[in-house]
């Protein structure tokens, strides 16, 4: 079945490291995003790709990075410099073309929980 | 920018009953898309119902439907019949299509619970 993997499903980092979290999909989707989710504050944009080799930062983009080698992978390492990296990732991705096709559908993955001990 | 407000921060309901979840943005764009997102206990993101702005008529998809009023930069979500399985977060969500630079901003959500 087509869809997008998040993994690892829950992480924990200690202070000072960078970790990675990764999202494959084969939806042979175009575009993909990395929200980040806390209590009370919805989803809020992190960085969005529209095609490989390409990306954009998103509304809280700083601590965070990514990279877009490959169609289906789109990475995100959350570094040292992000001060409160406590929180829930999910990671979508979305057809280009016009909405009643489908497209600009975002399709989520299960989500990726990282806790900072 | 681009907001959506999403002003109750919970709601309840009995089952079988109708819900109206609020939604406002703010936008100068005339072209845009705009959706509900549900997120159960789960946490998995599932897309509830869509409206292009151009298109007049509201949306619905079975027992939901929105109520579109671009003057008012309004687009509320209303389940009718309410089942248990409704529980969940719902967000509004906004996106003007650019195409090459295509975002979704969210709501804060509102967490639905319906009660038996």
């Known amino acids: 079945d087509g869809g997008i993997t998040q993994s690892p499903k829950y992480l924990f980092r200690k202070e000072g490291q960078n970790v990675t979290l990764s999202c494959e999909q084969n939806?042979?989707?175009?575009?993909m995003y990395w929200y980040r989710q806390d209590p009370g504050q919805g989803l809020r944009l992190i960085y969005y790709?529209?095609?490989?080799?390409?990306?954009q930062k998103g509304d809280i983009a700083e601590g965070y990075s990514v990279s877009r080698e490959k169609k289906e992978s789109f990475p995100l390492t959350v570094t040292s410099a992000q001060k409160n990296p406590t929180a829930f990732y999910l990671c979508?991705?979305?057809?280009?073309?016009?909405?009643?096709?489908?497209?600009?559908?975002?399709?989520f993955g299960a989500g990726s929980r990282l806790t900072v001990l | 920018a681009q907001t959506v407000t999403q002003s109750q921060p919970e709601m309840s309901v009995q089952e079988a009953e109708t819900v109206t979840l609020s939604c406002t943005y703010d936008?100068?764009?005339?072209?845009?898309?705009l959706f509900w997102y549900k997120q159960p206990p789960s946490r998995q993101m599932i897309l509830v119902i869509r409206?292009?702005?151009?298109?007049?008529q509201n949306a619905t998809e079975n027992r939901f439907s929105v109520n579109f009023q671009k003057a008012a930069k309004s687009f509320s979500l209303k389940i009718s019949d309410s089942q248990l399985g409704d529980t969940a977060m719902y967000f509004c969500?906004?996106?003007?299509?650019?195409?090459?630079?295509?975002?979704?901003?969210f709501g804060k959500g509102i967490t639905l619970s319906v009660r038996p």
């Open positions: 936008t100068s764009e005339s072209n845009y898309y």
């Open positions: 939806l042979n989707h175009d575009a």
């Open positions: 969500a906004f996106m003007i299509y650019t195409g090459a630079n295509s975002k979704l901003t």
């Open positions: 979508a991705s979305s057809p280009p073309g016009h909405l009643s096709s489908g497209a600009n559908v975002l399709t």
């Open positions: 790709s529209q095609i490989v080799n390409d990306f």
């Open positions: 409206q292009e702005a151009y298109k007049q």
